[in-house]
């Protein structure tokens, strides 16, 4: 396949000495090892040929595969991670940890002194730490299935877009009227970390390996929600009944006054 070219592939990733799985894009492969997530989507990855979307090993590989072949091949070190190098492993004081010190145990992977590496033993407070990667050194296998060849701009941008944008493919809409391509985020991409970024950088592949792109547009549509059921109002406090006032009691009649007697 010419350099550049945008195929799918399925395929399974072991280390070879041991048999352990480390990458799948397959399902029912990942649930034979302990790497099965089920909030992980395994569908076939995109690569573009010869440019270091892989393994360098896999990457020469692929560049005299066909559409359609089931590949087998074994990947040695200096193709894969690289040869382990002995000086990339030290000794760290247990303390320098911090408030978690007491937490680290063999295997945990750890960032420090801007470098990431992973926990070999830990011993008489101190931490033994290997910043080789965790497969340097060893050869690797790998079971590949080419799919398909990506030949239209149509199938280059949605393949282009989902490949940085982690949110299922079926929520983002793509239009390409030449020479736009608007991209329709939905709401749960709008929190994604670096999300600005990511956009820059899928702005950067489609012009790339869609030359006639000028202008890439990403909308971001915020909908009104509708309220599922309108609050009850409170029910109005019935007046009490007025108290009856108490009749006024009735005026004693005023007694008739004597008639004067006449004087003579």
Do not use: C
Request: aromatic share 6%; hydrophobic share 35%.
């Amino acid at each position: 396949m010419e350099k550049g070219s945008l195929i799918l592939i399925d395929y399974t990733a072991k280390v070879k000495d041991s048999d352990e799985i480390f990458e799948t894009t397959v399902e029912e492969n990942a649930k034979k090892s302990n790497l099965y997530d089920p909030g992980v989507k395994y569908e076939p990855r995109l690569v573009s040929i010869g440019e270091g979307w892989v393994l360098k090993g896999l990457d020469e590989i692929l560049t005299t595969a066909k559409i359609g072949d089931n590949l087998n091949v074994d990947i040695p070190p200096e193709k894969a991670f690289g040869a382990r190098d002995p000086n990339k492993v030290r000794m760290i004081p247990q303390r320098k940890f911090g408030d978690k010190a007491d937490e680290i145990k063999a295997g945990d992977v750890v960032d420090i002194d801007d470098r990431r590496g992973f926990v070999r033993f830990i011993g008489s407070g101190r931490v033994q730490v290997d910043f080789n990667h965790r497969l340097a050194g060893k050869t690797l296998n790998y079971d590949v299935n080419v799919l398909k060849v990506l030949k239209t701009d149509e199938e280059k941008a949605s393949s282009l877009v989902k490949r940085r944008l982690f949110v299922e493919g079926d929520k983002i809409k793509i239009s390409l009227v030449k020479p736009e391509l608007a991209i329709t985020l939905p709401d749960e991409a709008f929190l994604i970390e670096g999300l600005q970024i990511i956009k820059k950088a899928v702005s950067a592949d489609l012009f790339k390996f869609i030359p006639t792109i000028d202008s890439v547009k990403f909308l971001e549509i915020y909908n009104k929600t509708k309220a599922t059921s309108k609050a009850k109002e409170e029910p109005k406090a019935k007046e009490e009944p007025k108290a009856k006032e108490e009749p006024k009691a009735k005026e004693e009649p005023k007694a008739k006054e004597e008639p004067r007697t006449q004087k003579n």
